[in-house]
T-cell receptor, first 112, second 114 residues
Framework: EDQVTQSPEALRLQEGESSSLNCSYT??????LFWYRQDPGKGPEFLFT???AGEEKEKERLKATLTKKESFLHITAPKPEDSATYLC?????????????FGKGTTLSVSS | EPEVTQTPSHQVTQMGQEVILRCVPI?????FYWYRQILGQKVEFLVS????????KSEIFDDQFSVERPDGSNFTLKIRSTKLEDSAMYFC????????????FGNGTRLTVT
């Protein structure tokens, strides 16, 4: 069964304190791994797609990396506005419209 | 930037009543989805829709659920006889045809069944 596990469940950081979020996955052939940001009461907002082991993507203070078993979302010098829940999702091999399977997310709180 | 819009933002209904949740996907997208998120739990896949038919559905999407694209812009989710456990945030999403096209989500409809 395809599964996504994220850790930690919650993370509190001081502004400027860098850290990483983990996403471990098991899937019968990976089509893509996705990171989303979700603010309270809102829908998930797309951040990155990673397709193959060794791939990296960056956007502002965020950098996502991928191995054959896990992905990391590195947050460098976070600011309070980075506070949100970060969701990881995988898409298995198959048709282009194949559903995403989500993890429970990591809730990040950044204080100034 | 184009976005997925959902209405209403909050719907309260009594157990056993029918509800229709509405979505306007991004205009040039071809794949449409419904997901739900029960408070404090994972975002769960319900159904995907492509070329005017269901392409995939989860175990959650039983006979009480149906989807429709009644015209060129709207995409609806109907729950025929709501149960207490249907209370959740329901998210509509859409994506384009390209391999690199990600899923774009709306801001959801909060359904409360009393």
């Amino acid at each position: 069964e395809d599964q996504v596990t994220q850790s930690p469940e919650a993370l509190r950081l001081q502004e400027g304190e860098s850290s990483s979020l983990n996403c471990s996955y098991t899937v019968s052939g990976l089509r893509g791994l996705f990171w989303y940001r979700q603010d309270p009461g809102k829908g998930p907002e797309f951040l990155f797609t990673l397709y193959s082991a060794g791939e990296e993507k960056e956007k502002e203070r965020l950098k996502a990396t991928l191995t054959k078993k896990e992905s990391f979302l590195h947050i460098t010098a976070p600011k309070p506005e980075d506070s949100a829940t970060y969701l990881c999702a995988v898409q298995a091999q198959g048709q282009a419209g194949t559903a995403l399977i989500f993890g429970k997310g990591t809730t990040l709180s950044v204080s100034s | 930037e184009p976005e997925v819009t959902q209405t209403p933002s909050h719907q309260v209904t009594q157990m056993g009543q029918e509800v229709i949740l509405r979505c306007v996907p991004i205009s040039n997208h071809l794949y449409f989805y419904w997901y739900r998120q029960i408070l404090g739990q994972k975002v769960e896949f319900l159904v995907s829709f492509y070329n005017n038919e269901i392409s995939e559905k989860s175990e959650i999407f039983d006979d009480q659920f149906s989807v429709e694209r009644p015209d060129g812009s709207n995409f609806t989710l109907k729950i025929r006889s709501t149960k207490l456990e249907d209370s959740a945030m329901y998210f509509c999403a859409s994506r384009g045809a390209g391999r690199n096209s990600p899923l774009h989500f709306g801001n959801g409809t909060r359904l409360t069944v009393t």
